[in-house]
């Protein structure tokens, strides 16, 4: 009667402990899973098509890949993609 009366009930300080290490776990695993969704959208950019680009290359580089497929469709011909592509790498 005297350790109800204090305060303490049947499951004692081990239950504290193990709530406590279960809320630290818990807001743990949701705190990394938003940083890593985080660093996945940070990671990744959508182009005007929807298309998902690595964000690991510059603009020039990405220009000159789109300049390629263009060439190789017909949509323009040697001399522009020539003429371009001089004025994309300077």
Known sequence: ???????????????????????????????????????????RKLTKNNEVVIDNKNSSDIALEELKIRFAKGEINKEEYIERKQFLQD
């Open 1 to 43: 009667m005297m350790n109800n009366m204090m305060g303490y009930n049947m499951m004692g300080a081990g239950a504290c402990i193990g709530m406590f290490l279960y809320w630290a776990i818990l807001i743990g695993v949701f705190f990394l899973v938003v940083v890593a969704i985080v660093k996945y959208i940070q990671g």
